[in-house]
């Protein structure tokens, strides 16, 4: 059974960094790509980041290019996402998937694992 769950989300001042993380059971971790999602009050759910199963390639949404980083350790079977200059706008249920295909893409229907998210509260 395969098992996805994020950790580190909080609530933080315009400005400051947080740093999530999601560790998935069940599955052989270095085999699968990871992805953040994240879904606002009243907003679908949009692609934040995600990274190839080697970690070679990344990719990020156009807002949080140069703010957020991606990266995943596979001795422990977690991804993170560090997140630097927070603003309001990031405010957000942050989900984290996985991807069969170890590719780093944008589409969360090709994702087939999810988290149950956590929030993360950014305050102006």
């Known amino acids: 059974q395969v098992q996805v769950v994020e950790s580190g989300g909080g609530l933080v001042q315009a400005g400051d960094s947080l740093r999530l993380s999601c560790t998935a059971s069940g599955l052989t971790f270095n085999r699968y790509a990871m992805g953040w999602f994240r879904q606002a009050p009243g907003k679908e759910r949009e692609f934040v980041s995600a990274?190839?199963?080697?970690?070679?390639?990344?990719s990020y949404a156009d807002s949080v290019k140069g703010r957020f980083t991606i990266s995943r350790d596979n001795a422990k079977n977690t991804v993170f996402l560090q997140m630097n200059s927070l603003k309001p706008e990031d405010t957000a249920v942050y989900y984290c998937a996985v991807e069969a295909l170890g590719r780093a893409v944008v589409a969360a229907k090709e994702y087939d694992y999810w988290g149950q998210g956590t929030q993360v509260t950014v305050s102006s």
């Open positions: 990274i190839s199963w080697t970690g070679g390639r990344t």
